[in-house]
DNA sequence: AATGAATGAGCCTTCATTCAT
DNA sequence: TATGAATGAAGGCTCATTCAT
């Protein structure tokens, strides 16, 4: 019984954090980490005020809840693909392409944390702060050598340094999305890019 | 009489201008810009509260004023070399030590503008905001290019599209600054992208 | 459940701001309108800052609040006497009085929201500010004529032009205000001015 | 020599102060009284900030310096007529006419001093602010009184009470002005009341 | 658990007045 | 006299966080 009641209540509690979370990620979507009031998580997910703080504590708590239940899900099929062992020059296009689409449309409109991730990032500082963005750049690398190392298997490419090869494309494509976010960034411009690094692959 | 008053009082106020600048300048380098309030400010150039809006009339103009005069300054002396035809290796290696040194260091122990440079910009969206950025890293587009040039030049190079390689190092060298802020940053992964992109000159 | 809650809840907050309107009242009948700040209200009603824009945003809505709460009080007793059909002739000298009245003691001592509202009349030029003081002056316009119906339906007086006559009587009832407010007002002026209205009356 | 100097002195100081005076007079009547800062009156008159407050030290000693530069300008064409003898209903009318005019146009379009000398006078209660006002009212009155005591002296009226007929006058005249600042005042309300006022002159 | 009213620290901005030159 | 830079008091507003119910 009492541990019935327990599961109950842990399943409602579950579901709420859940309803909040999704709520805050349109929310920081849309405004970014900065602008973010707890006023706009409480009208956007409708519970209370001192309800939101049984959750969470804190607009940083959220965030950090928010993007973490949110990291790894983007390029999960990509991932998913891999294991499936598709043609490398196929994949690679696709993968980049699937950037090229995110720099150009997502950044702009408010469907992605990126903005509030940068804000956040560059006002927070402890170790933990660091860890999360790290985290998140790892994702790219990782997902970036899944693939080179796909191309290597499959004899379409000659790697000798999988791992500064991985971290140049994460860099552009983080110089990117600043610049998107930041300044202005062209279709050109990725397509550029996207070409040096595929001669880069040849050449190596 | 007048005009010699004029120019006195000109002069005057240009100075008092210059050490509320250098002032704030020391407060965003430690501070960010987003943290950094007129009180910030008011208590860094010993001034009064009112005196201050005499000369700025929010943090944004001061930022603004602060970044617009320091800009150039960084990397003039390279700017200067060029232009005493010296040799290209010497000179890019010059070049990419200055920007390690620069990425190690100044980013880390609040001598840089670096922090409060993306914290203005990732919250500030009108196109001359954009602007400031977008000039920001047309600098560095430029002095690469410049230094390519001379490469060519001094056939040291062989070098079909500078536009392209251009970008690419600025937008490395924009996503190793948002990794030493944001994340990690080590010397070992500055190294191999300055050798990834030493090479692909190389073979360009 | 729910709608108990709001109710009891709408009520604690009606109650609250029935509290603070009656602190604004009197802070609005001491120091005027424009003398008045915001922390004046938060020291009268014994709330924080904060807790006060909860209720109200402005010394502008508090006021126009207290007005409307006020409004339409100040001579009920008359207009409810009307009804009763009393004596045009004892009515009249009611009425009178009490405005001589008023106009001697309420309007000095800081008990009348006149000097206010004048203050505020003279300071707000919006269309719905307009409203407000016609508003007020026909309150009193329309007492006038309900009083001359009266007389007129008693055949105590002969009446052609209400309308004028109301205008007149409200236009000298406003100016010897601003005269016991701005300047210096005698009683024997008012005799003066109320001999004279009785005369006109007694002519048409 | 030394008398010269100062006599010289004193004209361009007295010039100066008309200067500063006629500007100011521009200012409140734009403005109005409580608007007004000395900013405004600095731009407006040319003058140095420290300047100023060598012949004025505060906006309330300009406002009072102005208002007394201005009264009794008013209708000095009619008073000067008074002398000549005119036809009684002719002055009248014309006088009537003036006041018309006054409270259609003036008040509304920025060239009286109206709204600032209300602004002035609700937030003013000293005994030499009362006065400020109480003369001004008493020259509407002397004036129509003087205009009474033609038509008495020409047989055109029969005047019992001058004190009474000429307060209620400037009383109409007080309230009108208030209603054309505060609310709304059509022409047909002037007419009305104008005519109500001279039906008063032929019955008595 | 849930609610939302209440708190008060913290920031921004304006302006009358002073004062060194 | 004349200048205008400098001062700082005064007021406005917002929001994260707490707490009685």
Known sequence: MNT?????????????????????RLVFAQKGFLAVTMQDIIQ?????????????????ELFIATISERSNRQ??????????NPNFNVLL??????????????VKNGTSLLRAMYEYSFTHDSPKD?????????????????ILELGVQQQAINMPNVK????????????????????????????DQFKLFKDQLAKN
């Open 130 to 146: 660091r860890q999360l963005k790290k985290k998140q750049m790892n994702a790219t690398k990782a997902t970036v050598r899944s």
């Open 44 to 60: 956007a997910s409708k519970i209370s005020r001192g309800g939101l703080y049984l959750y969470f504590h804190s607009v940083d």
């Open 75 to 84: 390029f999960d099929d990509i991932r998913a693909e891999i294991k499936q």
């Open 164 to 191: 500064a090869i991985a971290d140049n494309f994460m860099l552009i494509i983080e110089g990117m999305s600043v610049l998107a976010l930041a300044a202005e960034l062209k279709p050109e411009q990725i397509d």
């Open 4 to 24: 019935m009641n327990n599961h109950n209540l842990s399943n409602t509690r579950a579901t709420k954090r859940l309803i909040i979370l999704n709520s805050a």
């Open 93 to 106: 296009n696709s993968y980049l392409a699937e950037h090229k689409k995110r720099l150009l449309t997502n």
